[in-house]
């Protein structure tokens, strides 16, 4: 990178306040009051395993990432299940769930898969994210499932119930209009208490009747359960609920040997952020693309590992053997630019994990002050 873009030196905090997507302030303010950069990739295999890990790397991190189709005995409740659950320890830790789906088809299905199904992603993980090998109109399609979804939650239906015995005018023929069956469709006519000895249900024999009205009023919680049990709302402390916005990384790059994404696949992806900034929120990369001079696009980064502790910090480090490569937080926050780094079995693989994930959010914390001072 020849020179440097503003985004490089400036703090998380001033970049919040540029931001463009309601997600990405509140990341950047969450990024500066936990003094984390830490994205803990949770890449277990069961659902007990991963609330778990969730809850006890939460104080280090500010991003989990999922990938809900590895997870055996995932609950797909929206009100009490895994989603929900995981959404109180984002609550109570502070951090975004982020769903690693990687969708990639036409429009239509994209959106489907995205707010619809068994998993409702939507639903409980604030960022997903995207190829768009299949073509930038993805996006926009994504853009416009998430709008009117999040127009859908921000309205809480109101139920009302009345009880009471009718008087014999209510039922005169004709009284719903032209149609006596029709009903206003507001409301619905159910618990008819009839008398056993008139088994031609004369409406002279009704003598009870329950009236269900609903109606819909504006939310300002961005919870999607309003039935959260006793302990389940805290919130971490020094920042605010996180908003109910949802976010779209693009898929720009990858850390494997031999990655097909060419520069024109991934200049691609910034045409298409440009484009979507309501909603897309940065990159799955392996560097900044932020060139243009209004960009402030978040840029998080898979492949991060740190050697042993007491061993030289930019020593060589070996891949997995299928293609995984991997740099220190150092080389990929100061030298390529990216914000936040992805760890995975670096932490969960070590002998006691929320002590790795600590050691690695203050390493990754020291290299970003480094850049930007």
Known sequence: ?????????????????????????YLFRL??????NLCLSADVYTARELLSLADKAGPSIVVLKTHYDLISGWDYNPQTGTGAKLATLARKHGFLIFEDRKFVDIGKTVQMQYTAGTARIIDWAH?????????????????????????RINYEVKTSVTVGTPVSDQFDDGENGD????????????GFTRDSRDVDARKGSIVSI????????????PRLSKNINEGDDIVFPGIEEAPSDRGLLLLAQMSTKGCLMTEEYTQAC???ARENKGFVMGYVSQESLNTAPDDNFIHITPGCKLPPEG???NGHLEGDGLGQQYNT????????????????????LAGDPPSEAERYRKKAWKAYLSRVA
């Not at 440097?4 to 400036?10: A, F």
């Not at 990024?31 to 984390?36: G, Q, R």
């Not at 960022?127 to 127009?151: L, Q």
């Open 311 to 313: 061993e030289e910090e």
């Open 127 to 151: 960022i997903v994210n995207a190829n768009i090998d299949a073509g930038k109109d993805m996006v926009r399609a994504m853009t416009e499932a998430a709008a009117k979804w999040k127009e």
């Open 210 to 221: 329950t009236t269900v009205t609903q109606s819909f009023e504006s939310v300002d919680s």
């Open 329 to 348: 937080p150092a080389k990929l926050i100061c030298i390529k630019g990216v914000d936040v780094v992805i760890v995975g079995r670096g932490i969960i």
């Open 270 to 272: 910034v045409e298409a």
């Open 1 to 25: 990178m020849s020179e440097k873009h503003p985004s490089l030196t400036m703090a998380f905090g001033e970049r919040a306040k540029n931001a463009s997507h309601p997600l990405t302030d």
């Open 31 to 36: 990024m500066e009051l936990k003094s984390s």
């Open 179 to 190: 149609d006596p069956d029709r009903l206003d469709p507001r409301e619905q006519y159910t």
